[in-house]
Nanobody, 118 residues
């Protein structure tokens, strides 16, 4: 199980950092690249937002490119999604889950809601 936290309501242009905490295992057992972030807005499909690509570089979807990045902390056993210059269209429930899944929103955790107001 993965536990997401850090969501909330924020104004257009603001920043938020989300946290993914594994429950019952260590992320390093699976490798840093195992964790990805996804999001799902009301009425929309589950979208992959960011994951660690080969060499540890961060891949971000087109919608998050240049604004979202991931940071892993092996000591604390957590992975963050840092989101800058947030837009109202970033409003969604954000989830962390294994990178290789197609549509895992809600399957590994309950997510954390991010609401961006204009």
């Amino acid at each position: 199980r993965l536990v997401e936290s850090g969501g909330g309501s924020i104004e257009d242009g603001g920043s938020l950092t989300l946290t993914c905490t594994p429950s019952g295992f260590q992320i390093e057992e699976r490798g840093l690249a195992w964790v990805a972030w996804y999001r799902q807005a009301p009425g929309s499909e589950c979208e992959k937002v960011s994951f660690f690509s080969t060499g540890g570089a961060v891949w971000s979807s087109y919608s998050g490119k240049g604004r979202f990045t991931m940071v892993a902390d092996n000591v604390k056993n957590i992975v963050h999604l840092q989101m800058n210059r947030l837009k109202p269209e970033d409003t969604a429930t954000y989830y962390c889950a294994p990178y290789y899944l197609q549509s895992p929103c809600g399957l590994w955790g309950v997510g954390t809601l991010v609401t961006v107001t204009s």
